[in-house]
């Protein structure tokens, strides 16, 4: 939250600069945010809404949306936790290997999630390392749900952590200590003393999360092996159906993916909006 | 509560923080650590409150050996040196942590707690701020609040990490003069760390000067003060006001001379 504004301006622009500088702004992000948007629904709704709601409702569309919500339903709260853990290890302990650590939570951000996705074939495959090992025993992860999975936890690794270690190593270590010199056990420390302190920065990094696990399109391309209705997640689905000239159908899909990523950012406005009173009291973020 | 140091020892790494020091502190005494920093005087205070384990060496509580003893269960009452007030906490909610941290069973009913809340925000003369959140709080305020909270479990000692460190002079004199008050009207066991020689001079019965992770010297102010035993403590605890020129003097000299 901003702090209130000072009484007078300290810039000292000439006001037909500001508005120049103000338009320049606007214009760049009409531009660069609101058009690509703004195409994707006019597209969608070009054939009117029912046309839209028709494309949705097919069978192979209708599976795609219910397998994209619960990988994301599935990775999440996976991730959140990890990243949780590794996050207060890092920020509050010193141990060895700790850079190494911290580099390999990084690692899904510097790999391109297509190479992601093909290590996974080449580990879990049927010529892979475990592949063997896997068909033994009947375990099917390539072109499969486990494999969308794993895709899509290792591409939403960083998200959760990376939020939480610089608000966790700013806080220090004082707070729990004291909860602990007051009696407090473990679990109740973390739950009335770590958590309500880093929870806007869990929350958000939970939202990007949700929003790249929702959107990832790379890894989960090579290892879904795109078998229509039954892996293939809603990116996948709007590339095949863009590919097949179905722009209706393409759009409206992508129209519903955008707007799942615009519901969960309306979430976090509303709830900044309601907690702003403890927000500004507590002056965090 | 008697409390004996045994000779403790701790290491960071292969980096000595305290060699075996051993310390005896009676009942109901105010004692200060007293040293520079890098001193161990802190490491001390946080092995006593059983935030850090010793190396070596052992903790006495009233005669009971109290090293292996969590910090939870030690009944310290401990100070911060930055408070560590818990910021989405009201300064009630601070105060009433330790109370409702406790299991069910051990829990006063709530009715309880806020009385006595309110009881100890009276005794740090601060009644009406309870519904504010600690950075709403002025240093003195929030240095208080603390206090008021680690008093609220009942301790069986109350520990201090400079606790005056980041106040202004005035309101040090004063907060000073009401730890005072408040050791003498509980009688708790108290021990403060401190870099200041005259705070410690001012404020403890007995005062453990300490350098390079050792006890160069216990003993009452006036002791310390007419007869220090080392050469560092002799340094140390000079009244600066007289030390001062002469030290700034030989710093010039030293720093313009030519050689």
Known sequence: MSESSPPHPVTTEAPPIRALLTLAVLALTLVLLIAPLAVVFAEALRDGLSAALASLTE???????????FVAAVS????????????????????RGKAVLITLIDLPFSVSPVVAGLALVLLYGSHGWLGVWLQAHELKIVFAFPGLLLATLFITFPFVARELIPVM???GRAEEEAALTLGASGWHMFRTVTLPNVHWALLYGVLLCNARAMGEFGAVAVISGKIRGQTTTMPIMIEM??????????????????????LTLAL?????????????????? | MHIDIDEISKSFGTTPALHPVSLSIPSGAMVSLLGPSGSGKTTLLRILAGLEQPSAGRVLLDGRDATG?????????????????????????????????????????????????????????????????????????????????ALATEPRMLLLDEPFGALDARVRRELRAGLREIHDATGLTTVFVTHDQEEAMTLADRVAVMSMGRIEQVGAPAEIRNRPATDFVRRFVAPSADIAPAVGRAILDSTTAPR
């Open chain 1, 268 to 285: 976090k406005s509303l709830l900044e909006w309601r907690h702003a009173d403890l927000l500004s009291a507590t002056r965090r973020h």
């Open chain 2, 69 to 149: 003893t969590p910090v939870q269960q030690r009944r310290t009452g401990f100070v911060f040196q930055s408070y560590a007030l818990f910021r989405h906490m009201t300064v009630f909610e601070n105060i009433a942590y330790g109370l409702r941290a406790r299991p069910r069973r051990a829990r006063p009913r709530s009715a309880e707690i806020t009385r006595r809340v309110e009881r100890l925000l009276e005794l740090i003369q601060l009644p009406q701020i309870a519904a504010r959140y600690p950075s709403q709080l002025s240093g003195g305020q929030r240095q208080r609040v603390a206090l008021a909270r």
């Open chain 1, 169 to 171: 190593t700013e806080q």
């Open chain 1, 76 to 95: 999440v709260p996976l991730n959140a936790i990890v990243g949780l853990a590794a996050a207060w290890a890092i920020a509050k302990f010193d141990f």
């Open chain 1, 241 to 262: 159906l863009y590919n097949e000239y179905l722009s209706v159908a393409a759009f409206s899909m992508a129209a519903l993916l955008a707007a799942l990523a615009l």
């Open chain 1, 59 to 69: 069978r192979d569309a209708w599976s795609a949306i219910r397998l994209t919500l």
